[in-house]
Structure formats: C-alpha cells, structure tokens
C-alpha cells in the first residue's frame, strides 16, 4: 500500500479514499476517510485530524441529497460527478466520484474557467478523463498492476490474522465536538473475535464498540482503550466480561496504530483462570490432609559446598504434628538446617542417611535421639530432588523395651538362686510366660507399627509426587491449545488427593474402630439407591470396559445403619475393581427375607490363596499377590469389624487366578425393638 499511496500523492489532482459507512440494517449513511493525497491539502483549509475525521457529508454537506446517486454506484460501479465552489480561493472544483475495490474515490478537477457559476448532476459511466485524465489513467493502471501483489500480502496477512487463536479487532477513533475521542469505530475483525464474541463480522464492522458492547461503558477495559488512541501507549489488562454473548475471563492488549487507531487483541483465558483457582484450592486442600495425620511430615532442600556436595538439608516444609514434636514453630524451624537442629552423633548420620537417599533414590529407614532424649523412628524418601521425612515419636515404646529386658535379666536372677524351690519355679516359669506372651505382643505390635509407617511413606509419596509434578507443568501450560493437558493434569491431582483422603479415611475408620467411638444407628434405608449412589461414585474408578452387575430383590425400605452398609459396600466394591482386569464383570447380588439382608460381591480378579485368606482380616495384612498395587491393608479388617458392630456375618471364598466371593448377612431390626 506504501507504493500505492506514494503513486497517489504524486498527482496534481486533490484525491480522497472514501469508505462505506452502513447502520446496523446495513444502509449506506455516509463515508469515512480512509486515505486522502497531498494535493487535498492545497485546496482545503481544513487541517490534517480535520481531514482524517470528517465524513464526506460533514465536509461537503451539499453531497447528501444525493445519496441515491452514491448507493447507486456501489452497486453498478457508475461514476457520476457535483460541482463544489471553494470560496477561500474563489474557485469551482469538479468532483468525480468513481467505484474502487468497494470503496469510493473522489478526484477533484479545477473548472474555474469552464464553470463561473451553477452546479448540475452528470452521469459519467461513459465519460473518459482528458488531459491530466490521461495521467490519472495511466496511474490506475500502474495501481491494479501492482494490485494482484498486494492481495498476495493481503491473502499472506489475511492467513495469519484468521488463524489467530487471539481474537483482533482493528478500530478507528471517533471524535465528539470538541475532537476528544470517546467511541472506537471497528473496521476489521478476525474470525476468532468473531467466535468469542458470539457476533458475525457483518453485526461489528462499521459500528462503534460502545454499540456493540454497550457494557464496556465506564469500564477500566474501555478507558485502556481510549488511552492507547490517545496517548499511543500499549495497554495490557486482565479483566472479566459479561454480556449475552460472552462470560469469562480475557488477557486483553490495546496496540496504537496509525492516526490514533487502536488495535486490541484478546484471548479467552477463562480455563487458564479456573485451572490456577483449582491449583491453589488443591494445594490448600492438601496441607490441610497433611495437618490432619498422625504422623510427622518434614520436606528438605539439600545445602550443597562449593565443590557441590551436600552437606547439609534445609526444610522446606513441617506440618504441626512435626513441630510439636520438634518443639519448634514453623517460622523458626524453615530458617535451620537438620545439622542445627539435631544435636550429638545424631545429625551426621542422620545427614548421611538424607543424601543417600537423594542419591540413590531409595528409602531409609532410621532412628535418632533428641537432645531431649525423646527416640524417633523415621522414614526417608526421595522427593524432586531433595527429600521427604515422616517418623514417629517411639520413646514410649522404646523404654518399655528396655524394662522388658531389665525384667529379663531379673528373672534369670531369680531364677538362678530359687532353683531348689519348685513353688518359686512353678510361679517363676508362670511368669516367665506370661512375659514371653507380652513379649510376642509386644513384638508383633513393633513389626505392625513398623509396617504401618512403610506402608504410610509409600502411600503418601506416590500421590504427593503427582500433584507436585503435575503442579509444576500447570505453569508451563499457558495457552488455550494446551487446553487438553492442563485438564489431564489437573485431573491426576484431583485422583492424588482422592487417593489421599481415601487413605486417612481408612487410619481414621481403623482409630476409630480400635477406640470403640464407632456406633449402630439403625435407619429406613432405600437399598437400591445406596447401592446405585455407591456404584456411581466409583465410576472413575472402573478400568476399561469393567461393568457391575447388580441383581437386588428388596423392594421395601430396610432398617440399616446407612452409613456403615455404604463403607462396606464402597470398600468391597472398591477392592473388587481393583483387584479385577479390564472388561472384567463384577456381580453384587442382594436379598431380603424377614429381618435379615444377605449381599454377595462376586469378581473374576487375581484370587486369594488359600494360606492369605487365614489372615486377610488381619490389621495392615495384605496378601502375597498384590505386593505390586496400591492399597493400606485395613479394608477388610474395617469390614469385618462393622459387620460385627452390626451383628452380622461375613464368609469369604476364593482361588487364585480364578475371582473372589465375599458374602455378608445382616440382621435387621428397629431401632425400639432391638431396645
């Protein structure tokens, strides 16, 4: 278009660029300058912002009774031509108005000679120009040579804007009149403005933006843009807008352009928005899961030398359980390091152990002394380049192992000097094995607790891993073509911190369970809405194509304690998806007769051997088949220990490789009849 201009204004004609003006019934009420040559400036006493501004009926005011004439040559492409008296310079000017590409140019012919006085109409479809005619002739020709050039740029720039994920509307300034500036005409859109504003292109070129969105009104989003075409200056916002068309949060840029023309680009990054919302409830749902443990949780930085090794650990995080062991608050603790912490011997070992763990990737176990002279028992995993810490305070337990040994030792004693007295042996030996049986308790409770913490660390690191590797590629996912994989993250955040609360739901059943706070409460209950709730929630559960089949023969509203039947029923269920194949059938069958529901959950999984199921009830007990799948080993111990709160019964069949069947019978009774 440079060149074109530059063709333009080497002419000694004066030469406007009209473009079509239309309402919103499409009719044409007037035209805007688009582009007017130096020559124009010669003849007018308008200024340059007057030119670029006024419409042809503004500048010319004589011109709008004829506005047939103009709506006819846009659709037949015939010129016509007016007369107009400049009185500053006491001159008579030809206007001939000719069809050009749909828009409109406007050649101006001094006919000061030929014209002294009058005006008059003529059609000049069949006139040709004369003279300095020729010159613009020859000058519309050299334009329409070079035309098929520029519609190769336009068809280029054209490709780009209309594969934009970012909408763009490109807009002229309109003045009031005092010549401020206070609406914005649109003039082109691309096809993503189109799709985001729900508009055609046709319903928002030619119309300001306060007629299209008239809720921009007194917004910071319109004052940016007013302020670009004043001042020049690029303007960047993030805002939200709402109309009929448009909900949703938009990254909003308003470039200056040319004669105070703003071109505004925006991208719809309502997802984005949700998806930062979403991570930052998910981070403060997940230090709330932690507070709520029984465990200490620490995460540490390593400290590296100079020559890069580490030498110490700095924490990162200490949930309070952990800091009301350390007795420290968590202020303090994140400003030392485990060296400054620990005292004695302790902290080197514990530091080596640390880097490790960092090194290798593999776990730790160990214990350390307090200077306090408190025993903890901790656990040590590798975490995104440094390291998780979780332990338990084990001093109780330790000096009951130490007076189990003191009373060992006084035992031999004993029985050393008593051994001609066979009263004093009989009590002694009886002694001695009520302590070997305490011993063996005391024993199995060590292994079960040791287990626990394993387990637990396990557990707690696959999850807490996924969430903070899916956390830190949320940030990387900044577009809206990356849409598909900020949801797959942030779904397997969502299925972490179910993972999660699935598992501090089971300790706190088990605590529960063990501290007696667990109680029947007998309601009417609809069984086949509990058993379709059920089946629903574990939906996102079932592997691919995996079904339930249910067959259930009670009709009538049943006295349950709901709450309990549906943790069963989940926590069967949940074993039997698991634990079964793809496209495998899971079956639950029910019946009731009088006072009594009978269920049977039936799956065609990896079985149970014959020596598991002896202790598959077993707190923490987890068979030898299923080392490799995630589980705490306290879901059939749960369900047994409801069954028996509700009087009931369970029975357990199984085969390797050949399915599980669990079944379980209920008495029911009413609340003032079991009274």
């Not at 006491?90 to 030929?114: A, E, H, P, V």
């Not at 993030?238 to 200056?256: K, M, R, T």
């Not at 995104?384 to 305070?393: I, L, Q």
């Not at 496209?583 to 020596?611: F, M, N, R, Y």
Request: net charge negative.
């Amino acid at each position: 278009m440079e060149l074109a201009y530059a063709l333009l204004d080497a002419l000694p004609q004066a030469l406007v660029l009209y473009q079509p003006l239309t309402d919103q019934q499409g009719h044409l009420t007037d035209f805007t300058t688009r582009y007017f040559n130096q020559a124009l400036k010669a003849i007018t006493p308008l200024t340059d912002q007057q030119l670029q501004t006024q419409t042809l009926f503004q500048r010319h005011p004589s011109t709008r009774q004829h506005l047939d004439s103009f709506n006819a040559l846009l659709k037949t492409q015939q010129g016509f031509s007016l007369d107009y008296h400049a009185p500053h310079l006491s001159k008579w000017y030809s206007m001939t108005f000719q069809y050009l590409n749909g828009d409109m140019c406007c050649r101006y012919d001094d006919i000061t000679d030929q014209k002294p006085t009058g005006s008059s109409v003529q059609n000049l479809a069949e006139e040709q120009p004369q003279g300095l005619n020729h010159q613009l002739a020859d000058l519309v020709k050299a334009l329409q040579a070079t035309n098929q050039q520029l519609l190769q740029q336009q068809d280029f720039l054209e490709g780009i804007l209309n594969g934009s994920q970012n909408g763009l509307m490109s807009c002229a300034p309109v003045y009031n009149e005092t010549d401020q500036i206070v609406d914005l005409c649109i003039e082109m859109v691309n096809p993503a403005a189109s799709l985001i504003n729900g508009l055609a292109s046709e319903q928002l070129i030619g119309k300001t933006l306060l007629t299209v969105f008239p809720v921009l009104a007194g917004t910071p989003l319109m004052a940016g843009y007013l302020h670009t075409a004043q001042t020049g200056q690029v303007q960047r916002l993030e805002a939200h807008y709402q109309d009929d068309n448009v909900n949703g949060w938009f990254e909003v840029i308003a470039s200056p352009l040319p004669q105070q023309r703003v071109l505004i680009s925006f991208l719809d990054i309502t997802d984005r928005h949700q998806a930062e919302t979403a991570y930052f409830h998910q981070v403060g749902l997940m230090q709330r899961i932690s507070e709520s443990g029984h465990i200490g949780i620490m995460t540490h930085r390593p400290i590296l030398d100079k020559t890069g090794h580490i030498q110490d650990f700095a924490f990162t995080y200490v949930n309070e359980q952990a800091q009301r062991w350390l007795g420290v608050d968590l202020q303090l603790v994140t400003r030392q390091s485990v060296r400054s912490l620990l005292g004695g011997d302790d902290k080197e070992e514990m530091v080596r152990q640390m880097a490790q763990v960092v090194k290798t990737g593999e776990s730790a176990q160990i214990e350390t002394t307090l200077p306090d002279g408190r025993v903890l028992f901790l656990v040590i995993s590798p975490l995104e380049g440094g390291c998780v810490t979780t332990f338990m305070d084990v001093t109780q337990q330790r000096q009951v192992e130490q007076q189990k040994r003191y009373n060992a030792e006084l035992e031999q004693q004993v029985a050393e000097r008593t051994l001609a007295l066979q009263k004093s042996m009989a009590r002694l030996k009886q002694s001695k094995d009520e302590l070997q049986v305490a011993l063996a308790k005391e024993k199995q409770l060590s292994e079960l607790k040791g287990r626990f913490v394993a387990m637990a660390s396990h557990e707690f690191r696959t999850p807490l891993t996924t969430i903070l590797s899916s956390a830190g590629l949320l940030e990387l996912y900044q577009t809206s073509d990356q849409k598909d994989k900020r949801q797959k993250h942030i779904q397997r955040i969502r299925q972490a911190v179910k993972q999660l609360n699935s598992i501090l739901e089971e300790f706190l059943s088990s605590d529960k369970l063990t501290e007696g706070q667990v109680t029947v409460r007998p309601v009417l209950c609809d069984l086949p809405r509990l058993v379709n709730e059920v089946i629903l929630d574990l939906g996102d559960t079932l592997k691919v194509q995996q079904t339930i089949r249910l067959s259930l023969s009670c009709p009538q509203p049943l006295w349950v304690d709901e709450s309990l039947l549906r943790k069963i029923l989940i926590n069967l269920l949940s074993n039997a998806i698991k634990y079964s194949g793809p496209g495998s059938i899971i079956t639950l069958d029910g019946s009731c007769k009088p006072h009594l529901l009978t269920l049977t959950v039936s799956d065609q999984g990896i079985g149970i051997s014959a020596e598991d199921q002896l202790h598959l009830f077993e707190r923490f007990f987890r068979a030898s088949n299923v080392t490799n799948i995630s589980g705490t080993g306290l879901g059939l111990h749960i369900v047994r220990q409801y069954v028996e709160l509700m009087n009931g019964q369970i029975s357990l069949e199984s085969e390797l490789h050949q399915g599980t069947r669990i079944t379980l019978t209920l008495p029911l009774t009413e609340p003032d009849k079991e009274a």
